[in-house]
């Protein structure tokens, strides 16, 4: 297998030749026609004065121009710079000034929002050009006049551009938040991204022929290296989607026969929570993948039951291990899919340890450490991050709390942020949240904790009734005080109709503790 991004994907347009890669609307693209493509973009992009290892923004929604863009960057050794559709003019320009980037690809308008207006007035000394993917706004260049503008550089120059770029290259800046508040730059290279998602997509079985829906957004891990990255090392087919809402997604699960769809648990939990859901043909499902969050026994066998899916596997991992440390293998039993995150990725090492970097012994909760080719090289200027990340043997801290079994398999049981300690003992809410959806009662449930006078922190739980179901504050209390120990018994509830998350469909907590802040009981 090839070992930098743009040799796969000229590789990948040899093997699956006319066969669809990407289906987008009325856009089609075979493997071919996305390989020239991606070299169209790429002769755009050294036309305007592209180096190798200079920085491009990407920042629109799931579309396949958005896959063209980044193909065209990376082939003309450029690296990506991921940008978060939900973010405002703001934390936009941070990460462009952050980043260096020289040009950057968005959107005129999306869910009412205009990008490029958004930057208006924001200090961007090394921003050289905006080309907008799809949309109209001012002063930028559409992508098809820009790519018209590379027809001045030969496919020749293009290619030999493409085949000149490195597996110790650098492939992409994916940023993500820390403890800081600001964001920080992971910076990773092409060959050991293709190496993880060599070994994510054979673990999960994706195929040749398989139809891939991908709901997480581009610009996180999830829908760009196990998304469409992926699709090109096995041949199968992306069909983008923009804005998950459930109706839409049951639509097109049915009309276009999709085969792979994975994603958060809270998607599923939506689904399932769907009262039509029975009317929609959803037979084509075969594969899901899970686990961006702690992740339910129930939510699992429900998948398998009520959505119909062959296999469920589920994994682990973050943005600065290029997305994917641990996975449950195809012959693993289903209480091991069920309720584990799998082992180590091959030559890939995972531990748990103690406060003191000692690891802990199989069974008892540690801090999950990894360390091998998947590591992050680091956060783009910003070595003191990096230290605190990555210790001088290689480890990464990833901050997570997990309990590893004797075959080293591990339960992702929360972050260490999100343990609170109550009456002296610790309390993990994605323990207590398992406990809840798993009675059957509620379609979404999270638990944060609160500071209390008298036991330090408590619990509170936000849960998301079931249609036609009246939970009251009271009622929620009353299982818990019967079914979980009585220090895990929050001692607040919200009902809400639905609860805050991320364009990766992953609840966004600190909203929940911003809101419990503000409105004490």
Same mark, same amino acid.
């Given at each position: 297998?090839?070992?930098?991004?743009?040799?796969?994907?000229?590789?990948?347009?040899?093997?699956?030749?006319?066969?669809?890669?990407?289906?987008?609307?009325?856009?089609?693209?075979?493997?071919?026609?996305?390989?020239?493509?991606?070299?169209?973009?790429?002769?755009?992009?050294?036309?305007?004065?592209?180096?190798?290892?200079?920085?491009?923004?990407?920042?629109?929604?799931?579309?396949?121009?958005?896959?063209?863009?980044?193909?065209?960057?990376?082939?003309?050794?450029?690296?990506?710079?991921?940008?978060?559709?939900?973010?405002?003019?703001?934390?936009?320009?941070?990460?462009?000034?952050?980043?260096?980037?020289?040009?950057?690809?968005?959107?005129?308008?999306?869910?009412?929002?205009?990008?490029?207006?958004?930057?208006?007035?924001?200090?961007?000394?090394?921003?050289?050009?905006?080309?907008?993917?799809?949309?109209?706004?001012?002063?930028?260049?559409?992508?098809?006049?820009?790519?018209?503008?590379?027809?001045?550089?030969?496919?020749?120059?293009?290619?030999?551009?493409?085949?000149?770029?490195?597996?110790?290259?650098?492939?992409?800046?994916?940023?993500?938040?820390?403890?800081?508040?600001?964001?920080?730059?992971?910076?990773?290279?092409?060959?050991?991204?293709?190496?993880?998602?060599?070994?994510?997509?054979?673990?999960?079985?994706?195929?040749?022929?398989?139809?891939?829906?991908?709901?997480? +957004?581009?610009?996180? *891990? @999830?829908?760009?290296? /196990?998304?469409? #990255? &992926?699709?090109?090392?096995?041949?199968? =087919?992306?069909?983008?989607?923009?804005?998950?809402?459930?109706?839409?997604?049951?639509?097109?699960?049915?009309?276009?026969?999709?085969?792979?769809?994975?994603?958060?648990?809270?998607?599923?939990?939506?689904?399932?929570?769907? +009262?039509?859901?029975? *009317? @929609?043909?959803?037979? /084509?499902?075969? #594969? &899901?993948?899970?686990?961006?969050?702690? =992740?339910?026994?129930?939510?699992?066998?429900?998948?398998?039951?009520?959505?119909?899916?062959?296999?469920?596997?589920?994994?682990?991992?973050?943005?600065?291990?290029?997305?994917?440390?641990?996975?449950?293998?195809?012959?693993?039993?289903?209480?091991?899919?069920?309720?584990?995150?799998?082992?180590?990725?091959?030559?890939?090492?995972?531990?748990?340890?103690?406060?003191?970097?000692?690891?802990?012994?199989?069974?008892?909760?540690?801090?999950?450490?990894?360390?091998?080719?998947?590591?992050?090289?680091?956060?783009?200027?910003?070595?003191?991050?990096?230290?605190?990340?990555?210790?001088?043997?290689?480890?990464?801290?990833?901050?997570?709390?997990?309990?590893?079994?004797?075959?080293?398999?591990?339960?992702?049981?929360?972050?260490?942020?999100?343990?609170?300690?109550?009456?002296?003992?610790?309390?993990?809410?994605?323990?207590?949240?398992?406990?809840?959806?798993?009675?059957?009662?509620?379609?979404?449930?999270?638990?944060?904790?609160?500071?209390?006078?008298?036991?330090?922190?408590?619990?509170?739980?936000?849960?998301?009734?079931?249609?036609?179901?009246?939970?009251?504050?009271?009622?929620?209390?009353?299982?818990?005080?019967?079914?979980?120990?009585?220090?895990?018994?929050?001692?607040?509830?919200?009902?809400?109709?639905?609860?805050?998350?991320?364009?990766?469909?992953?609840?966004?907590?600190?909203?929940?503790?911003?809101?419990?802040?503000?409105?004490?009981?």
């Amino acid at each position: 297998m090839e070992k930098t991004i743009p040799r796969l994907v000229l590789g990948a347009a040899d093997r699956f030749g006319d066969a669809p890669a990407i289906e987008d609307g009325d856009t089609t693209l075979s493997f071919r026609a996305l390989s020239e493509a991606g070299l169209s973009a790429s002769r755009a992009f050294i036309g305007a004065g592209l180096e190798p290892g200079d920085r491009v923004g990407v920042w629109a929604p799931n579309l396949y121009e958005w896959i063209v863009a980044a193909i065209g960057i990376q082939m003309a050794g450029g690296v990506l710079v991921t940008m978060n559709t939900r973010m405002k003019g703001g934390e936009a320009a941070y990460i462009l000034r952050k980043s260096g980037a020289k040009f950057l690809c968005t959107m005129g308008e999306f869910l009412g929002s205009n990008y490029v207006e958004m930057l208006d007035g924001e200090d961007l000394p090394d921003l050289e050009r905006i080309i907008t993917l799809r949309g109209e706004a001012r002063n930028v260049t559409s992508f098809d006049e820009f790519i018209a503008s590379g027809e001045s550089v030969s496919e020749d120059i293009a290619r030999e551009r493409a085949l000149a770029v490195k597996p110790e290259d650098l492939s992409d800046f994916l940023f993500t938040s820390g403890t800081t508040g600001n964001p920080k730059g992971v910076m990773t290279c092409h060959g050991q991204n293709i190496r993880s998602f060599m070994a994510w997509s054979e673990v999960v079985g994706l195929r040749e022929g398989d139809r891939y829906l991908i709901v997480m +957004p581009f610009f996180h *891990s @999830f829908g760009y290296k /196990a998304g469409w #990255l &992926a699709s090109l090392m096995r041949g199968a =087919t992306v069909l983008p989607h923009q804005v998950f809402d459930v109706p839409v997604i049951l639509e097109r699960i049915a009309a276009d026969r999709i085969s792979v769809f994975p994603g958060a648990p809270t998607i599923y939990q939506s689904m399932l929570a769907y +009262p039509d859901l029975a *009317s @929609f043909d959803i037979s /084509a499902l075969r #594969l &899901a993948v899970t686990g961006a969050a702690p =992740t339910p026994v129930e939510l699992i066998r429900r998948m398998k039951s009520d959505l119909g899916f062959e296999t469920v596997i589920t994994g682990y991992g973050l943005t600065e291990s290029c997305g994917i440390a641990t996975m449950c293998r195809f012959d693993d039993d289903p209480e091991t899919i069920a309720t584990t995150s799998g082992r180590a990725i091959p030559d890939v090492e995972v531990v748990c340890v103690d406060p003191e970097g000692k690891e802990v012994p199989r069974g008892e909760p540690g801090e999950v450490w990894v360390r091998g080719y998947n590591i992050m090289q680091a956060y783009f200027d910003d070595q003191e991050e990096t230290d605190k990340a990555i210790d001088a043997d290689g480890w990464l801290h990833t901050g997570d709390i997990a309990v590893m079994d004797d075959r080293g398999y591990v339960k992702i049981t929360d972050r260490i942020k999100d343990m609170y300690i109550s009456g002296g003992f610790n309390c993990y809410p994605a323990e207590i949240e398992g406990a809840l959806y798993g009675s059957g009662n509620y379609a979404q449930v999270a638990v944060i904790g609160i500071p209390d006078e008298r036991m330090g922190e408590v619990g509170m739980v936000f849960v998301v009734p079931l249609e036609g179901e009246s939970p009251t504050p009271d009622s929620v209390i009353a299982w818990c005080r019967e079914n979980i120990s009585n220090y895990k018994v929050p001692r607040r509830v919200e009902v809400m109709e639905e609860l805050p998350t991320n364009a990766s469909g992953k609840v966004t907590k600190f909203v929940l503790r911003d809101y419990a802040a503000a409105s004490p009981a």
